[in-house]
């Protein structure tokens, strides 16, 4: 008597790649929830709202291309920039402060200058590239 044997099937043609593929998709699923993006989060303004600043409210700050920030026509390090705009928030806490920079600026110190707006709470911030 002659013993039927199964032939074997190829690896495509078993439940295994089906397994492994679900398997897969729950491991990238559980491995995507371990990146963590971190980044600035700032509010933005409504689309169709309008916003009045009064000069005396508003402090400006440039960024010139060597990457030094510029006060009132003088050059301020950040920990100077931070002691203005505290002092200038404790008297009025309406200020808005505006940065504008240089296009040839080095962008670790204005991602400097953004994270330390963004330390000290600052409701009302712009910045623009000249």
Not at 84 to 90: E, G, R
Request: proline fraction near 2%.
């Amino acid at each position: 008597m002659k013993i039927k044997r199964n032939n074997k099937r190829s690896f495509l043609e078993s439940c295994a790649a089906s397994d492994l593929a679900f398997l897969l998709i729950i491991y990238f699923l559980v491995i995507a929830g371990f990146n963590i993006n971190k980044g600035f989060t700032l509010n933005l303004p409504e689309k169709d709202s309008t916003l009045h600043i009064l000069r005396d409210n508003l402090l400006r700050f440039d960024l010139d291309s060597d990457g030094e920030i510029i006060y009132l026509n003088e050059k301020v390090s950040i920990s100077q920039s931070r002691t203005i705009i505290q002092s200038s928030v404790s008297a009025n806490p309406n200020i808005a402060v505006s940065l504008s920079i240089d296009e040839n600026a080095i962008w670790q110190n204005v991602v400097s200058f953004i994270e330390l707006a963004q330390d000290l709470h600052i409701d009302s911030f712009s910045f623009s590239v000249k």
